[in-house]
């Protein structure tokens, strides 16, 4: 080699080698795989606040304008269909802790109102009740998960709702009140959360005495056995609370619970919680600490469980998760209506990766809202509907379902901001029951792509496909009058030979790839 070129080949040769640090690699251990997906992780809440019911999911009798059956709402219902919902969190939320459900049954028009104190002390006239929700359930193909009044209701009134919609004909005057209301055979509803956020609009109880008032109501919803096989959820914890999973884990028997709840809201910060959409990059980098902050919630809150639990036989259910953000200006602030961008992909699919990666004992989860608050998969105004980023999310992780996670090991580039640092990379990979492999990729970082290298031990694969999620600003969004803006796109840009994939990800991007023998 002549004198003059050593300089530069040890110049390229660092700059290979820093390039090299800067990639992320993921290794993914085939044999190692044991655990399913819960298709549960990706269940989905809808609360009597704002426009979620009313105007969202439901226009009730008189609105011809909009096509609708019974009141459910045709362009959101096929949306959800194709999205697929499987379970779905109702009333509430602060409003289930106030809501006495024999209001909502019978003749709409015989149906006491009630002040919806939680949100805006609106009317709720109670025309979406225990019978629409169940028969959207059904349309839906989605699991019912009603959460019980425990805050100002009785164990007796629980106890009737169950009757009311579990229990085998003429087994009693709550079955006979389900026929004269127009339905004879029970619906399917495995799913009660005893109470909501018991620590907070719950009835802001100490978690000794909430222990105690939930073994009062489980006692009371079913038999010594169970026979109706509910599965019933304790209101949890909110975020690192973990006192709150500990005592529970302690007091309650396991006979009487199945899954404790856990809260957790990607807020910036609860006073000053900052625009859903004209926010800074600090916003932004703020944002998925609090979403990131999710692993190690999941994984200290399951610490305690597996103390008490070590066979895993009680689930963690993230019964309400999503970013929150100032309501969108001149909307009612008690309506928590925000416009959703590709931060909140970033969240989404973040967060899902999250709870795929912990299957042993998160089986459950659910986006905050579904319809019009929060992070909503769709919004509504009149008769427009859109499909927010975080609905093509949803949509396009929905290969995960039941199928069985493939553990993965990352070492991730950073994405830094400043003097701090994220992963810029996040990722969970899982093969489904035709022996697909799929890997959903997420790269935080607005500014940079990133390389990838992927490794899969135990598997070689012939083909490859992907679909990408991205936009030129982190702040894009869909809006009414461009509806389609960001939606998913076919991708091509991994490269594979036998088991290791080469790849690179575009900033703020969340891909799926499918790999195929
Ligand atoms: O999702 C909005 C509210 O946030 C819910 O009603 C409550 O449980 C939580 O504080």
Known sequence: MKKHLLP????????????????????????????TISKNIYGHFSEHLGRCVYGGLYIGDTITSIPNRNGIRLDVLA??????????RWPGGCFADTYHWKDGVGPKDKRPSMLNVWWGNTKEDNSFGTNEFLNLCEELGAEPYLSGNVGSGTPGELSDWVKYTTHPNASGPMTDLRMANGRTAPWQVRF????NEAWGCGGNMKVEHYANIYRQYATFMTDWNNSDKLYRIASGASDDDYHWTEVLMKELPASMFDALGLHHYSVID?????????????????????????????????????????????????????????????????????QNTMRDAMIAGSNL?????????????????IV?????????????????????????????????????????????????SLKAVNASASRDKNGITHISLVNIDPNKEQTLSIDISGASYKTISGRILKSARMQDYNSFDNPE???????????????KLTLTLPPASVVVLALAN
């Open 270 to 338: 609860w006073n000053k919680k900052g625009p859903a959409t004209a926010f800074s990059e600090e916003q932004y980098f703020t944002t998925m600490q609090r979403a990131l902050l999710m692993e190690e919630l999941v994984t200290k809150h399951s610490a305690i469980m597996d103390k008490y639990d070590p066979e895993k036989k009680k689930a963690l259910a993230v019964d309400e998760w999503g970013g929150w953000y100032d309501v969108e200006p001149g909307t009612n602030p008690a309506f928590l209506f925000q």
């Open 79 to 88: 949306a959800l269909k194709k999205m697929k919902v499987p379970v779905l």
């Open 353 to 369: 990766n999250i709870f795929n990666n912990h299957a042993d004992r998160v089986k459950m989860a659910n986006l905050a809202q």
């Open 485 to 499: 803006k960001i939606k998913p796109a076919a991708y091509d840009g991994a490269k594979i030979a036998g088991n």
């Open 192 to 195: 009660w959360g005893l109470g």
């Open 372 to 420: 019009n608050v929060l992070q909503a998969v769709i919004l509504t105004e009149g008769d427009k509907m859109l499909l927010t980023p975080t609905y093509h999310v949803m949509e396009m992780y929905n290969v995960h379902h039941d199928a069985l996670l493939l553990p993965i090991r990352i070492t991730s580039a950073d994405y830094t901001l400043g003097k701090e």
């Open 8 to 35: 530069v080949v040890a110049v390229l040769t660092i700059l290979i080698s820093c390039a090299k640090k800067q990639g992320t690699t993921i290794t993914i251990d085939v044999a190692a795989a044991k655990d």
